[in-house]
């Protein structure tokens, strides 16, 4: 017997070893998915307009009224495996125009690998408000500007786990679906900032509007401890609106970026500034992918929802890398898979390579 065991040992491994190979990270998991919509939530604790900023303010040369109500609605869709298991968690934070269904496939890809995805609209910067008045770019520089969405955005992530702790307590669906001891976060532009910020890295007062004082260097801190990794699409470099050079050194927990030589940057920044940015992030479990000819909408797919996003010609072709490589990244920072993250590599991500996206690199540090 005690012969047996090594050699019984070595073929189980090996058997783990070839069944593990064979996992397409890109594909569908195992597990069937459903959705639960709550369109209603409203954070109480928030006026639509925060009391600093009641009144009439100025943006961009025009005068408005503030809103106010009781608070600021914070819809939600829940995606997550059928089943009764607990699960990881991962918040979703759309951009700029977008909502709930942005990113409808990426978060039914997560969930069929076992994650529960919590899909954040941001009434601040949705799709109505990027609409109005039929004026997209004025009302796009309008929302990347404005302060109070700016503080809004992170806030209505605290609201989502405040939400989901609430849930996994009493909710007849979701109770104890939800493993809040291990929690991410993934949003594309507008959503990336929202998840770098969550994940520690701090805004830049230099171009929001209203000011807050003292209106020049970093932002306050609006981190949420309980975020223990993040996944920022199309991550924004220094420059205006968002970042400093000064930003990115708070940053506290692993980061994974994802962008692409097409993947240009508002107000004329070049694609490249949001990777030459990557130096500026400290030392920690960090990785950047940078996908040959990858455009700046390639990154969301709402394949599947009612609500279709704005077309983009090559995202088929740029969605298989980065599906695998937001579940390889999720799953060696909220799963504890050491193998997911070896396979974070150049030489990883090459065989999901597609169509007009055809080289990938991948920096660490």
């Known amino acids: ?30 597990h069937k998915t459903a959705e639960l919509d709550f369109p209603e939530l409203v954070d109480a604790s928030r006026r639509q307009a925060s009391e600093a900023q009641k009144g009439i303010r100025r943006i961009f040369g025009e005068r408005r009224a503030e809103k106010s109500g009781a608070g600021r609605k914070v819809p939600v869709k829940v995606h997550l495996p059928v089943g009764d ?27 069929t690998h076992g994650y529960v995805v919590l899909c ?37 992530i605290t609201f989502v786990l405040n939400q989901a702790e609430s849930w996994n307590q009493s909710h007849p669906r979701l109770k104890g679906r939800f493993d809040l001891e291990h929690v991410g976060i993934m949003g594309h532009s507008y959503g990336a900032f929202t998840t770098m910020v969550v994940c520690g890295m701090r805004p830049a007062l230099d171009w929001i509007v209203p000011t807050i004082p003292p209106g020049k260097g970093l ?40 962008s692409g030589t097409l993947d240009k940057q508002q ?7 949001r990777k030459e940015a990557f130096s500026m992030w400290p030392a920690g479990g ?11 909408l ?22 298989p890398v980065t599906r695998a490589a937001t579940l390889l990244f999720f799953d060696t920072h909220l799963k504890g898979d050491e193998g997911a993250g070896k396979r974070l590599t150049q030489a990883g991500l090459r065989p999901y390579l597609k169509g007009k996206i055809n080289q990938v690199e991948v920096l660490a540090k």
């Open 1 to 30: 017997m005690r012969r047996k065991a090594p050699l019984l040992s070595f073929i189980l491994t090996v058997i783990a070893g070839l069944a593990f190979a064979a996992v397409d990270p890109s594909a569908s998991g195992p």
């Open 85 to 111: 298991s607990k699960c990881p968690v991962v918040i979703l934070s759309h951009g700029a125009g977008g909502d709930l269904d942005t990113h409808f496939a990426q978060a039914r890809h997560l969930a």
């Open 120 to 156: 954040v609209e941001h009434v601040g910067s949705n799709r109505e408000k990027m609409t109005e008045g039929l004026q997209l770019m004025k009302n796009l520089e309008s929302m990347i500007h404005d302060s109070a969405e700016i503080m809004d955005r992170p806030q209505d």
């Open 219 to 258: 932002g306050a801190s609006q981190r949420d401890p309980r975020v223990d990794c993040g996944v920022a699409l199309s991550p924004q470099g220094v420059g205006e609106p968002f970042f400093i050079r000064e930003s990115f050194g708070s940053l506290q927990v692993p980061l994974l970026g994802v």
């Open 267 to 273: 107000n004329g920044l070049s694609a490249e500034n």
């Open 286 to 296: 960090h990785r950047f992918v940078w996908l040959n000819g990858a455009k700046h």
């Open 298 to 319: 390639d990154f969301t797919d709402s394949t599947g929802a009612d609500r279709k996003a704005t077309p983009s010609p090559t995202r088929e072709d740029v969605q």
